[in-house]
């Protein structure tokens, strides 16, 4: 028997519905910030991902372009609602911290609504994020496969490189 088989968080009745309603809040509670645990490391990087990924777009031929600018499109909304819900809560969380009698329970409520409400965000880029990496390899492939070369980018840290300059970003000074 497997761990998560003896669950009580996952054990449900006959019609499907939780048999332990705290177990099951608690289990989904941990999901939603493991959930934003995991993309953290990811989420100073997001933006130079997302502007990397709309640039490269431009290189694709049109038969396969709206395919790859609605998965782009797609991470980028869920990244405007994670920096939504995350200036809301940070903005929550002041607010309660700057009263007399700041108690622990409220900031466990506004941290457990945050990662709950994030949630449906994070999974967009869990089960979409790859998108950013395939675009990047199909963009590198179909230039190397290309008879007419074309211009792929690459993001360096400090800026955006093109092939022909590579660890120089553009515009850059040498």
């Known amino acids: 028997m497997l761990a998560f088989d ?12 939780p048999c332990d309603e705290l177990a099951y809040s608690w289990a989904a509670h941990r999901r ?6 995991a993309f953290l490391p990811v989420r100073g990087h997001v933006g130079a991902l997302l502007a990397t990924a709309t640039a490269q777009l431009g290189l694709l031929p049109d038969s396969s372009r709206d395919a790859w600018t609605s998965k782009i499109n797609g991470l980028d909304h869920a990244t405007t609602e ?27 409520l506004v941290l457990t609504e945050f990662f709950d409400e ?7 880029w869990a089960a979409g ?27 360096v840290s400090g800026g ?7 660890g120089r970003p553009r515009g850059g000074r040498r």
Do not use: Y
Request: net charge negative; no cysteine; aromatic share 4%.
């Open 129 to 155: 994020g790859h998108a950013v990496i395939e675009l990047n390899t199909t963009v590198h492939q179909d230039a190397a496969h290309s008879h007419t070369p074309k211009t792929a980018l690459r993001l």
């Open 6 to 17: 003896s669950d009580p968080a996952q054990e449900q009745s006959e019609g499907g519905w």
């Open 32 to 37: 939603d910030r493991s959930m934003w645990e």
């Open 160 to 166: 955006i490189t093109s092939p022909s300059a590579p």
């Open 82 to 108: 994670l920096d939504h819900q995350h200036d809301r809560t940070v903005e929550r969380l002041g607010d309660h911290l700057a009263r007399p009698h700041p108690n622990l329970e409220t900031v466990d």
């Open 118 to 124: 994030a949630w449906p965000a994070l999974d967009v």
